[in-house]
């Protein structure tokens, strides 16, 4: 049974219904990765989600619950706000792959610097499979650590692409900041329908 949690704290759609997106299995010799020291109070690895294959690829901090302490499989605030901005903007779960700067959810405080840079070396590894024709870094955690800059803010940077990496990429509010304050929705639609305009001008030039 999947357990939805709706209240988005934004303007619902009516006909909006999120969705436990399909996880990507972790690679076999990284499914008990300890380099980082969060497989001692993290929960499981999530590799990534969505269409592995799929040309937007958005970069969350870390995951979110997808089970309850039942085990039930539940869709987390995170998921929801996230599926509803990128629908409101016509885009779908086969255009998007969703994965993390740390694949693992902390659960207690850990050294911040260290266990970024370190896990950093497992996107760029996805960064180098899937090559994907754009990135949309999601919250400043995301944004500091892909952009290797501790100063980087989705405030300043917002509304624009830029080149990191060799990927063009965009940021937003991360989607658990647009829940606690309603007013940050329309930027955040703002900046899903440039991913999604810029996205329709790589495949459409013409």
């Known amino acids: 049974m999947i357990v ?8 619902s759609l009516s006909d909006f219904c999120p969705a436990l997106w399909p996880e990507e299995p972790t690679p076999e010799d990284l499914k008990n990765c300890c380099e980082c020291g969060l497989d001692k109070q ?3 690895m999530i590799w990534g989600e969505g269409n592995p294959h799929a040309p937007i690829m958005i970069i969350l901090d870390n995951p979110g619950a997808r089970e309850d302490r039942e085990g039930n499989s539940i869709v987390c605030g ?3 706000t996230l599926q509803q901005a990128a629908g409101e903007v016509g885009l779908t779960r086969e255009d998007l792959y969703v994965t993390f700067i740390l694949k693992r959810k902390p659960v207690r405080a850990y050294d911040k610097e260290q266990v970024r840079q370190t896990c950093m070396n497992h996107l760029d590894q996805q960064l180098q499979e899937k090559k994907p024709k754009l990135i949309l870094c999601l919250g400043n955690v995301a944004v500091q650590s ?3 800059n501790p100063e980087a803010e989705v405030k300043k940077l917002r509304g624009a692409m830029h080149d ?6 965009a940021v937003a509010y991360h989607p658990l900041a647009v829940r606690r304050r309603p007013n940050l929705w329309s930027l955040f639609i703002e900046d899903w329908k440039h991913v999604a ?9 013409h």
């Open 78 to 80: 995170t998921r929801q």
């Open 42 to 44: 993290g929960s499981r």
């Open 146 to 148: 892909f952009f290797q």
């Open 164 to 169: 990191v990496q060799g990927f063009p990429t």
């Open 4 to 11: 939805l949690k709706t209240n988005l704290g934004v303007n």
């Open 197 to 205: 305009k810029h996205y329709q001008e790589i495949v459409s030039p």
